[in-house]
């Protein structure tokens, strides 16, 4: 029987949107036995897209074929979950090409204005026949909400994940709406999942380029769950039009949408490390008075991702001694004996040695916190970075040895 297992940070309530820009659809397509695995989303106008994928040397087929084919428009956003399309050669680009020449007839648009996604299985050839059997269907007279698209991409993940903001501007109310995907096989290398964000304006493709290049690195690319990254990482940023918009972008605007669009990029990313496979606890790791960025860069993931430190962490064990290792495989030049180390606010090591008076029964009750955060400071420069990541259980090698099973 397959095993089930749910994040402690399995959020109680979920908030729930009717987006006016687009319509939604979901379907069981068949990839999975029971639960939708399908998303079609239909915007009212060609809306501006700017997307950044996964630096992956073993993209996915729709990957490849987005890269190709779109060109900043979009009418349709096609994405399934089950099979990934990936590693499926000629042929999963090929399938792509008949379920998007279907959709083209259906919904009146060119080819290039319709991009798609795929996440799960790696290896499997897609059969573009599930998609088109629904494809169908449509257009429908009524759509479904925004936490029904959320469910619709998951795989591993074990709740929808959702964001919002909402910008009031002189007499006009802008929204703003996320989703994304991501449990498992999360490294940081561009945007370590699926995430799809609608801003209802009239924004330039390059206006989103501008937002999604200044906020990628702080967000998407500074969580990491295994140190694997996707063959399918993709990040979609959407300027909604309509005919009748009174909205005019300007400088002033344009700073307000782009903090927005950064508080829902950050709020994704969490949700999607403490969504982490197998995940008890959740790791913050703050890195100061680095050299540079790089060096921050570096140390931050380098503990982060180290596997001693994360189950050390899971098992409540304040094992100082495996930062201090991961501190050093980093190979950046530091100067240990300015190293500080504290597990929240507690100092555990400093000069070179432990913390003569460090109080063992506080670490030890600190350590029983859902959120560990491991604070660093190098003591060699001003730069600094933050990094999220999960601990490393049992549970984890439980989900990931009987995925395909």
Known sequence: MKF???????????????PKKFKIYTFN????????DLLVIEFNSPASVFSVYSKTSTPSAPILWDKEHNKGLCKVLIVNSGNANAFTGKEGVKAIDEYVDFASK????????????????????????????????????TSKTLLSAAKSIMTTDTYPKIASETINYKSSKISIYGIAKGSGMIAPNMGTMLSYIFIEAPLKRNDLKYMLSQHITSTFNSISVDGDTSTSDTVMLFGLKSNNDKIRINKVLLSKIS??????????AKQIVSDGEGISKLIEVNVNNALNKNQAAKVSFSIAESLLVKTAIAGEDANWGRIVMAIGKADTKIDQNKIKIKFGNLLVASNGKMNSNLNISKINKYMKNKIIKINVSLGIGESSRIVWSSDLTYTYLKINSDYRS
Do not use: A, H
């Open 4 to 18: 089930t297992y749910k994040s402690p940070f399995n959020p109680k309530n979920f908030k729930d949107f009717n």
């Open 29 to 36: 397509s068949g990839f999975k036995k029971r639960k939708d």
């Open 106 to 141: 259906i919904f009146n648009c060119k080819k290039s204005n319709i991009l798609v996604s795929s996440t799960g299985v790696i290896g499997e050839q897609i059969n573009p026949k599930k998609i088109t059997n629904k494809l169908k269907l449509l257009p429908q007279p």
């Open 259 to 268: 903090q927005k669009v950064y508080s829902i990029m950050l709020n994704l």
